[in-house]
């Protein structure tokens, strides 16, 4: 199957600092990608969608300017966590898709951590 | 919107025995429904999906049935297996992988040796 990769897989910053998270599709064009956050024992839950060469959509609820999409290639999407907080620690998750009507891939996540 | 419920949230059985999950789904506009398997500390990974024009689909030992008319999807283990333990996710979605998928809370199945 396609293979997404998210980098890096760990991250401990310190509170105000921004972090970048990418998303890489390794083997095909990724037309769409999202963004998924995850708390410990819970669901995912979708933060924002992106597609290549145009701005992200966020779902209800999470902030754009803190939560930065760049979906600038076929093949990369980053998320930048600005000016984060210790509330921001989560396990981040990426997937993506070729846009042809076939399934979703996801990253092996990121786990951040906000001290 | 989309919502999706999965039971139970929790699931232990005993090795060698089956294992069903169950979502519900509100949104009659969704026509696809895959389940993925998430291990500690990972991203969650495609065990099997279904599209709305098709009742049931089996993969070896799992199967899903997806009945649109109650709006409700089932996910069936046979045979557990110790390394069938994990946390199993349910998604709903209007379209497949272009759309955003609306994900259930999750069943963490533990299979007893």
């Known amino acids: 199957g396609a293979v997404v990769s998210q980098h890096p897989s760990r991250v401990i910053c310190k509170s105000g600092t921004s972090v970048k998270i990418e998303c890489r599709s390794l083997d095909f064009q990724a037309t769409t990608m999202f963004w998924y956050r995850q708390f410990p024992k819970q669901s995912l839950m979708l933060m924002a969608t992106?597609?290549?060469?145009?701005?992200?959509?966020?779902e209800q609820g999470v902030e754009k300017d803190k939560f930065l999409i760049n979906h600038a290639s076929l093949t990369l999407s980053t998320l930048t966590v600005t000016s984060a907080h210790p509330e921001d620690s989560s396990f981040y998750i990426c997937?993506?898709?070729?846009?042809?009507?076939?399934?979703?891939?996801f990253g092996q996540g990121t786990r951040l951590t906000v001290v | 919107g989309e919502n999706v419920e999965q039971h139970p949230s929790t699931l232990s059985v005993q090795e060698g025995d089956s294992a069903v999950i169950k979502c519900t789904y509100s949104d009659s506009a969704s026509n696809y429904f895959p389940w993925y398997k998430q291990e500690l500390g990972k991203g969650p990974q495609l065990i099997i999906d279904?599209?709305?024009?098709?009742g049931e689909k089996k993969d070896q030992r799992i199967a899903v049935t997806l009945n649109k008319t109650a709006k409700h999807f089932s996910l069936h283990i046979t045979e557990t297996q110790p390394e069938d333990s994990a946390v199993y996710f349910c998604?709903?979605?209007?379209?497949?992988?272009?759309?955003?998928?609306?994900f259930g809370t999750g069943t963490r199945l533990k299979v007893l040796a």
């Open positions: 998604a709903a979605s209007q379209g497949s992988g272009t759309y955003k998928y609306i």
């Open positions: 279904i599209r709305s024009n098709v």
């Open positions: 997937s993506a898709t070729t846009g042809t009507g076939t399934e979703a891939f």
């Open positions: 992106s597609n290549e060469g145009s701005k992200a959509t966020y």
